[in-house]
């Protein structure tokens, strides 16, 4: 069973963000999504309209208690319309683009709510840390990026606003979604024999061609390259969704409008454009770009069309629990994946991955590393456990075990809030990059028997204790991480998309544009 600590670094990030850097990024990384949240509050099922139900001018639409005024939803639509151009993206129709703009926004404050419910906040410090990470990964200094940034046509406060919004979800998606997504030994063992029959999971061969992914098939020519890592792959995806409960006939028609879709894009119409204007999907605004990853790491259902398209083809038709899917190879390429570490350590927001570079096959034979024997405490924080009272209820914990007057396992399962509290925190032996790195930092710094001070993770704060340490030949283990891994990013993106449908659901939601739209359709 995977351990909730130990969730797998994906390929993720706001493609919005990946855009306004694309002039000095050429990998794009994907959006996210399982299932998860329980419930939300009762007042995000009842909340009442705050005007009535009559339209009222200065609203577009109100999310719980939160109103969303047509003053925001107008300078939000002039922002994104701004970027399309930039990117060379026809901008949709004013209704059009309106309404993709205020789906965006309501989903937006329905994320924020459940971060505010469970505690999670993001400040002015956290979101310095992830402009760093961003520019270090692209090799380029804060101020550099900034003149990226602006330069794109977009401003500083903007894009903060929106690294702030994505560290936000990413912490959300942590907490609600990676911890509950559970890959079985016997699920990876079935990957890695699989993996041995198909050599097109496997990593290229020397004769293979190099292509470094770009948002649009013709920006970059494909040239010879060293061995490198496996097949990547930069897709794009229009989504037709069908909502849940809908009528044979709403079926037909829901089709109909893919296949006409589909059809547009095979005939050559720009499918950036077409996202943008039709497309249900979270990243339409982005022109559909889901981001670059190896085969084996998008979902199956993509992978088997993936794998029969070359640069710029258009897939067939294909149909999932959320609707229909026409997803673009914009390219393909081999190259090294950016992260080195086959945990996922939660980056502080999405970054633009840097230009992927050949680089020499690993070395073959045994892989020594050492591992750590640790047990863990977690409280995770809510509206009613702040950062504060969760640390200082560590802290008491704490020096009960260091006074001798309790043992870590008792009070791991008596305080814990992991799946790990059963088992008194046991982690069992961790390999290097396994855990989060903050996590990893504070353990490393423990000898055996050693108990750290609290130590705040994206998941909630942590007491550890060390119980052992040993070298070992991971090389098996490090293959099954691997595996694990690809399959945890097979199943996140889909499992988040559900839960964010759910938490939607749960919340109230009076779009008075859709209400005003209807009006004006009755009374012709």
Known sequence: MMRRLHSLRRFSGNALLLAVCAAFSAAHAAEPNGKGAKNAPAAQKAAPPVAGEQFVDGIAAVVDKDVITLRELRDASLRIAGELKTRGIQ???DKT??????QRLIMERVQRHEADRLGIRVDDAQVDQAIKTIAERNKISAAQLRQEIEKSGTTWDSYRKSLKDEIRSDRLRQRAVDSNIVISDAEVDAFLKDQRRNPAFAAAPQSAQQAQPQPQPE???????????PMLYAVAQILV???????PDQLAALRKKA???LARAKRGDDFASLAAANSDGPEALQGGVMGVRPLDGWPDLFAKALGNLQKGQVSTLLQSGNGFHILKVMDRGTAQPAP???ARAPAPAPAPQPRPQPQAQAPQGPVEVMQTHARHILIKTSTVMSDEQARQRLEQVRQRLVAGDAKFADMARQYSQDATAPQGGDLGWLNPGETVPTFEAAMNALKPGEISQPIQTPFGWHLIQVEERRQHDATDDLARMKARQTLFERRA???FEDWLDQLRAQAYVD???EKQDRINQNNR
């Open 91 to 93: 901008v949709p129709d």
């Open 97 to 102: 683009l309106q309404h993709q703009v205020l």
């Open 219 to 229: 920006a970059a020519p494909e040239q010879a390259a060293a061995p490198a890592g």
């Open 241 to 247: 969704r069908v909502p849940e409960g809908s009528s």
């Open 259 to 261: 296949e006409d879709l």
């Open 340 to 342: 080195s570490r086959t």
């Open 493 to 495: 993106q889909p499992a």
């Open 511 to 513: 779009n008075r544009l």
